[in-house]
């Protein structure tokens, strides 16, 4: 059964950072690219951050400059690098495939930003 593992996750004052995980199983997600999902309360969800096989990386505009997003093959795994973060960034934060599909998404993991 394929599954997605967010971790890292957290409440941070602004302008401090935090490093998002995403485990996967199945090595078969190195091929694809891979892609970091958030939602904030009543809005929908959106993509921050995507990488591909090669590591190619883009970012959504709101993001730019301030998040970072990886990937370790070997390991199945992607990550988010995320610095200055800003109250607006306050969501759950989920890693998919790029474009997402709909089974593969899991729990995600929260990230509040708050004084």
């Known amino acids: 059964q394929v599954q997605f593992v967010e971790s890292g996750g957290g409440l941070v004052q602004p302008g401090g950072s935090l490093r998002l995980s995403c485990a996967a199983s199945g090595s078969i997600f190195n091929m694809y690219t891979r892609g970091w999902y958030r939602q904030a309360p009543g809005k929908q969800r959106e993509l921050v951050a995507a990488?591909?096989?090669?590591?190619?990386?883009n970012y959504a505009d709101s993001v730019k400059g301030r998040f970072t997003i990886s990937r370790d093959n070997a390991k199945n795994a992607v990550y988010l690098q995320m610095n200055s973060l800003k109250p607006e960034d306050t969501a759950v934060y989920y890693c998919?495939?790029?474009?997402?599909?709909?089974?593969?998404w899991g729990q995600g993991t929260q990230v509040t930003v708050s004084s």
């Open positions: 998919n495939r790029n474009p997402p599909i709909a089974a593969y």
């Open positions: 990488i591909t096989s090669g590591g190619i990386t």
